[in-house]
């Protein structure tokens, strides 16, 4: 009998210690796969949003060219950066339908006490005389931060009016997603230049990545930065 209730023991511990492992390693991969998901929500937006910048419409006219940044008020009581401008895009926002390649493209985060997430509105054929429209997605779930900065050649601003009469000289953006657990927040940078070379040389755009250690990491792309989208038809 004393040699039963031991082994049963043992084998309550066992199984304990079994259970209880399955727990953590359950409850890491959990983790690892909420940090793989959160980084690829912030990676699409970042690029999502690069991609836009660096076919910002010009023209001659500044009149022509659109870019407007606040920073707006979130239903949850805190802050985060509002941007809308002109792009120039070769792929169809509506199938079948006449558009041409110059596009108003909206950019904000929406929040409130339990959902956050970055939407994108892409309006075909804008125009000063109706009321912005165009198609509305969400392009990024649990994303709590969203920074955008603006540097006119001596200052950095967090919003460009559209009184302005000029381009900024460089955009910062910022995306990060919403802290679900312990560790490091997922989040991102890029630099973009929108400065425009003498002789058509390129801009740079660069990027950067905080890693979970805190390290942030960073590369460096070409972009034709001197007359991306001039010249396109609306």
Same mark, same amino acid.
């Given at each position: 009998m004393?040699?039963?209730?031991?082994?049963?023991?043992?084998?309550?511990f066992?199984?304990? /210690?079994?259970v209880?492992a399955l727990?953590?390693?359950t409850?890491?991969?959990?983790? /690892?796969?909420r940090?793989?998901?959160a980084?690829?929500? #912030?990676?699409?937006?970042?690029?999502? &949003?690069?991609?836009?910048?660096?076919?910002?419409?010009?023209?001659?006219?500044?009149?022509?060219?659109?870019?407007?940044?606040? /920073?707006?008020?979130?239903?949850?009581?805190s !802050?985060?950066?509002?941007?809308?401008?002109?792009?120039? !895009?070769? #792929?169809?926002?509506?199938?079948?339908?006449? =558009?041409?390649?110059?596009? =108003? #493209? =909206?950019?904000? &985060?929406?929040?409130?006490?339990?959902?956050?997430?970055?939407?994108?509105?892409?309006?075909?054929?804008?125009?000063?005389e109706l009321?912005?429209?165009?198609? &509305?997605?969400?392009?990024? =779930?649990?994303?709590?931060?969203?920074?955008?900065?603006?540097?006119?050649g001596?200052e950095?601003?967090?919003?460009?009016?559209?009184?302005?009469?000029?381009?900024?000289?460089?955009?910062?953006?910022t995306?990060?997603?919403?802290?679900?657990?312990?560790?490091?927040?997922?989040v991102?940078?890029f #630099?973009?230049?929108?400065?425009?070379?003498?002789?058509?040389?390129?801009?740079?755009?660069?990027?950067?990545?905080?890693?979970?250690?805190?390290q942030?990491t960073g590369?460096?792309?070409?972009?034709?930065?001197s007359?991306?989208?001039?010249?396109a038809g609306?």
């Amino acid at each position: 009998m004393v040699e039963i209730l031991v082994a049963s023991t043992i084998g309550i511990f066992i199984a304990m /210690v079994a259970v209880g492992a399955l727990r953590v390693i359950t409850a890491s991969a959990e983790t /690892v796969e909420r940090n793989i998901n959160a980084a690829a929500e #912030v990676r699409f937006a970042a690029k999502t &949003l690069q991609r836009d910048l660096e076919h910002l419409y010009r023209d001659d006219n500044i009149q022509n060219t659109k870019l407007i940044g606040t /920073v707006q008020e979130l239903e949850d009581g805190s !802050s985060a950066s509002y941007i809308v401008f002109y792009t120039v !895009s070769r #792929v169809k926002a509506r199938r079948g339908q006449p =558009e041409g390649d110059v596009y =108003e #493209v =909206e950019y904000y &985060l929406t929040k409130d006490e339990e959902t956050s997430a970055m939407a994108r509105r892409l309006w075909p054929n804008p125009s000063e005389e109706l009321e912005p429209g165009g198609v &509305l997605a969400v392009i990024a =779930e649990d994303i709590e931060i969203f920074e955008v900065k603006y540097f006119d050649g001596e200052e950095w601003s967090e919003e460009w009016p559209e009184e302005m009469e000029s381009l900024p000289a460089w955009i910062e953006i910022t995306i990060g997603a919403k802290q679900s657990g312990p560790g490091t927040p997922q989040v991102e940078s890029f #630099v973009v230049n929108l400065v425009r070379a003498a002789g058509g040389e390129l801009g740079t755009v660069t990027t950067g990545e905080q890693s979970p250690g805190g390290q942030t990491t960073g590369s460096s792309a070409t972009i034709g930065g001197s007359d991306t989208g001039s010249g396109a038809g609306r």
